[in-house]
């Protein structure tokens, strides 16, 4: 089974996709993520905000932030394993490691309203 951590720099939110101007980079991953978790692949994002715990308690993690400063975030690690420093992974990467097609990643969540009536 694919695990994919992803070890995120301090941000406002948990998926930094807020705000008067939103990094479209962010946007991008937050959609991949959200697809990647309906099918079923174990995704984790952590927030050095709100979680700095997560990145205190693993050892590559914090290793790294003691060796290169919180300038090396965004990490992303893949089956427990550092494959990415300073960036995101592109689309390219996503589908190499999820064995999924480009399109499956990139479809915008559905939203979902539901209208209550008066009664």
Not at 10 to 38: F, Q, W, Y
Not at 97 to 108: I, N, Q, R, S
Request: glycine share 6%; charged share 20%.
């Amino acid at each position: 089974m694919i695990s994919i951590e992803i070890y995120d720099p301090a941000m406002c939110c948990s998926t930094g996709v807020c705000g008067p101007s939103v990094d479209p980079e962010l946007i991008r991953v937050s959609t991949v993520v959200h697809n990647l978790k309906s099918k079923n692949i174990d995704v984790a994002r952590y927030n050095l905000a709100s979680e700095p715990d997560a990145f205190v308690s693993n050892r590559a993690i914090n290793q790294l932030l003691t060796e290169q400063g919180p300038e090396v975030l965004p990490v992303v690690l893949l089956n427990g394993q550092v494959t990415k420093i300073q960036g995101y992974p592109s689309m390219e990467e996503w589908c190499s490691w999820t064995g999924l097609a480009e399109t499956d990643l990139v479809k915008k969540p559905k939203m979902r309203i539901e209208l209550k009536t008066k009664q």
